[in-house]
């Protein structure tokens, strides 16, 4: 067995003072800005304020099962169970200072990206009036097929009139020259992570899906960073060594997989355990390669100006048959045997359209499988049902590999 990657411990440790800087902003002077995790992130880097992602905060809670808990709270308050449980997790968090952190630090302002979806609209908008901070929406149209000049235009007025929100509220002009630098930084970061993310293309692969949701934390959260280049390398020389070792994060691996939607958060270990228990890897999957597949869009000399596309392209604000064609894509970049769909209650912008995109992968001819549950909320899982389809899918794979070594 592949043991634990060395550089987790890196990365917890990276997490644990960026979250105690964040504790005493205060005293260091500095403004926190609490950001939707697609909403750009490199103004703020440039201007010295300290972004903080209530997504990563939820999946924290996820991770430490106190999900189930938190969503109730939110739901005795009035908000309807369909609501995203992030979005409960937050409204309850911030509310009782319940966490795996004890909460939040307060944030000066709030920006808020509609390029993930509607609900983190009005989620943010609830929190502006709790904490009576202002709030900036990054507005991005939805691409259903093309990326229009008039859409260019309109997303590049809405980075102009970010920076004017920032000026405004820090009181400060905004600084273009380290924002040259930050951007340099974001994208060499993003190149980094897709080169991590590619490691997993060597049979047998040395990291899991389950490892990359672990890792992606810094992409996330701070990207534009120096530390975050060079934990990126860190991570990357240890799996390519793993590579040239031939060592597989699952013993023995026999059966690729891809997985599509963010994790089930309180079950990554079972996840994990399951399925290696049948020789499969989950090598790839569609929630961390979004933090590196709009690289394309981005200028390295002029990062400000094509920010507006790269961030209105991202996954979940493209059309169902874009979204097909990815998973298409890694279908065969990862040479995998099935694809396992997370069908995940808080997130309809990713769940709804899996049954179309399963029926748009049929000349994939691949085996799928639907996990129902909730990334955060455990209420909505069950062990028993998961196991059986589990099993049941993991058989149909391994007999289709049996006929096709025939
Ligand atoms: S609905 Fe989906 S995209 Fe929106 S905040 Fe919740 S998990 Fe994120």
Redesign the pocket.
Known sequence: MAGRLKATKRMKNIMKWYYIEAKYARFLGKKIAWI???GPVEPLIAMNIIPIYP?NH?AMIGASKMGGKMSEFAEGLGYSSDV????KNDITSSITKESPIGGLPAPDMLICSNN?????LK?YEIQARKFNVPLFIYDTPFVHTEFTDEAREYVNEQTKEYIRFLEKHTGKKFNYKKMKKVGKLSLEAMKLWKKVLETAEHKPSPMTAFDAFFHLALIVTLRGKKVVVKYYRQLLEELEERNRQNIGAVDNEKYRLLWDN?PIWYRMRWLSEKFASHQAALVADTYTQAWCGVIDYVNEDDFLSSMGEAYTRIH?NVGVDQMADTIKKFIRQYDVDGLVMHS?R?????SFGQYDIQNLLQEEDIPVLMIEAD?TDERKFSESQAEARIDAFMEVIKQRKKEKQK
Not at 84 to 87: E, F, I, L
Not at 116 to 120: D, F, H, K, N, P
Request: glycine residues 12%; charged residues 10%; hydrophobic residues 25%.
């Open positions: 939707t995790s697609g997504e939820g995203c449980s992030y979005t993930i979806c509607g609900t983190v989620w963010l979940l995940n808080s997130c309809k912008p990713y990334m």
